[in-house]
């Protein structure tokens, strides 16, 4: 069983920095992509930025040049560097991963899901 904790939420004045990390625990092979997203109560959740297991980065339009993620798989460990937050950053955010894990048959594929920790912006 894989579970992954978030840490490093909460409130923050507009042009402030916060730095979130999602942190996989459990029988894990091997941590492949891993994303942030955020969601807002009444509207979709969104993929705020993903770095796949060779390094690839891709961020949505509203945090480039803002947002920074990054790994640490000797700490099986994702982090989100948020600067010059906006108002409009306030929002639930959750990491996702997906993993290799050990299975009877010998590994396989899942997804995990962190239970998210709230940014809010006090502007």
């Known amino acids: 069983q894989v579970h992954l904790a978030e840490s490093g939420g909460g409130l923050v004045q507009a042009g402030g920095s916060l730095r979130l990390s999602c942190a996989a625990s459990g029988s894990i092979i091997n941590l492949n992509a891993m994303n942030w997203n955020r969601q807002v109560p009444g509207k979709l959740r969104e993929l705020v930025a993903r770095?796949?297991?060779?390094?690839?980065?891709t961020y949505a339009d509203s945090v480039k040049g803002r947002f920074t993620i990054s790994r640490d798989n000797t700490k099986n460990t994702v982090y989100l560097q948020m600067d010059n937050l906006k108002p409009e950053d306030t929002a639930v955010y959750s990491c996702n991963e997906h993993l290799t894990v050990p299975t009877s048959e010998g590994q396989g594929y899942i997804e995990a899901w962190g239970q998210g920790t709230k940014v809010t912006d006090t502007s």
């Open positions: 770095i796949t297991s060779g390094g690839r980065i």
